[in-house]
């Protein structure tokens, strides 16, 4: 953060967070999302921003250090369950939801999580 931006936080109350990424960690922006993602080649539909709301969440309401990869991976089969859990994760997530995932949601993905069996082919 620059100073000019700290700056400018002090006299607004802080950052300004898009309403629809509560839990954005620090640097993160759509646009940097969207060019790991083409990176990456994606493209970012609703599914895949929903996936970032949902990890951005769980890693703002858990210590980092204290993360571990099977129970995330198990929370994010729980919470999309609906839409087909896991499985379709990995459909649009080719990655590994918890791996490629993380990278989309500007997180370090827990220790681990390039294991296959947690959702990283990288």
């Known amino acids: ?3 000019i931006q700290a700056v400018l936080d002090a006299q607004t109350g802080g950052p300004k967070r ?5 839990y954005t ?7 940097v999302a969207i060019k790991t993602a083409q990176k990456e080649g994606l493209q970012l539909t609703d599914e895949h921003w929903a996936v970032v709301r ?3 969440e769980y890693f703002a309401k858990h210590e980092p250090k204290g993360i571990n990869p099977r129970e995330l991976h198990d929370a994010l089969d729980e919470a999309f369950h609906a839409d087909g859990g896991i499985k379709r ?3 649009i997530l080719p990655g590994g ?4 995932g993380c990278r989309l949601a500007g997180l370090q993905p827990p220790a681990g999580a390039t294991d296959r069996g947690f959702g990283s082919m990288m």
């Open 89 to 91: 994760l990995y459909q």
């Open 18 to 22: 898009d309403p629809q990424f509560p």
């Open 25 to 31: 960690p620090e640097g993160w922006s759509k646009d």
């Open 1 to 3: 953060m620059t100073l």
């Open 54 to 56: 949902a990890l951005q």
């Open 97 to 100: 939801p918890v791996a490629q």
